[in-house]
T-cell receptor, first 114, second 111 residues
Framework: ETGVTQTPRHLVMGMTNKKSLKCEQH?????MYWYKQSAKKPLELMFV???????ENNSVPSRFSPECPNSSHLFLHLHTLQPEDSALYLC?????????????FGPGTRLLVL | KQEVTQIPAALSVPEGENLVLNCSFT??????LQWFRQDPGKGLTSLLL???SQREQTSGRLNASLDKSSGRSTLYIAASQPGDSATYLC??????????WGAGTKLIIKP
């Protein structure tokens, strides 16, 4: 596997379910990101992990819980979501510490909350 | 607070035409500006990155310009092809090294 992978690619869940999204990067990067992409809206940065420490949490509701066990893996744990949480969730990675570098994105998880 | 705007939201042109996509930002204090491409149901692919000290970058049929003083960037696509159909996103990197995104321009190239 190369680049950034995400599983599952599609997820349908009820409001009372608990699920997790997984992201893995094979690029040797030291930062990982979760974004939410809703239709016709700019990407919203949710969480940033740099060197496995969370450095940003943009007022994301507590029903979203990130986990970064190591520099290659990132999870987003979901519980008691709302229908408005339906969106494409994108994971990205980059190499920080050498100025502003581009981010590499996974294919995303399309989430539908019923 | 930095805001990024992309105009138009959607664009449809015949194959072979040259076209320009626009991006504007409100705060000129940026590290760089990037253009990304997103195909339906897929992630984003970086096309061009322009550092704040640069004026333009070129890759094949793509040319991106940056005018920090006016807060504008353009993405020029020459001799468009149906395979260029996608959503094009502009993003600027701010002082915290995080990206601020535009909503994108959906481009359709008609054969």
């Amino acid at each position: 596997e190369t680049g950034v992978t995400q599983t599952p690619r599609h997820l349908v869940m009820g409001m009372t379910n608990k699920k997790s999204l997984k992201c893995e990067q094979h690029l040797g990067h030291n930062a990982m990101y979760w974004y939410k992409q809703s239709a016709k809206k700019p990407l919203e940065l949710m969480f940033v992990y740099s060197l496995e420490e969370r450095v940003e949490n943009n007022s994301v509701p507590s029903r979203f819980s990130p986990e970064c066990p190591n520099s290659s893996h990132l999870f987003l744990h979901l519980h008691t979501l709302q229908p408005e949480d339906s969106a494409l969730y994108l994971c990205a990675s980059s190499q920080v510490g050498q100025g502003a570098q581009t981010q590499y994105f996974g294919p995303g998880t399309r989430l539908l909350v019923l | 607070k930095q805001e990024v705007t992309q105009i138009p939201a959607a664009l449809s042109v015949p194959e072979g035409e040259n076209l320009v996509l626009n991006c504007s930002f409100t705060d000129s204090a940026i590290y760089n500006l990037q253009w990304f491409r997103q195909d339906p149901g897929k992630g984003l692919t970086s096309l061009l990155l322009i550092q704040s000290s640069q004026r333009e970058q070129t890759s094949g049929r793509l040319n991106a310009s940056l005018d920090k003083s006016s807060g504008r960037s353009t993405l020029y696509i020459a001799a468009s092809q149906p395979g260029d159909s996608a959503t094009y996103l502009c993003a600027v990197t701010g002082s915290n090294y995080q990206l601020i995104w535009g909503a994108g321009t959906k481009l359709i190239i008609k054969p």
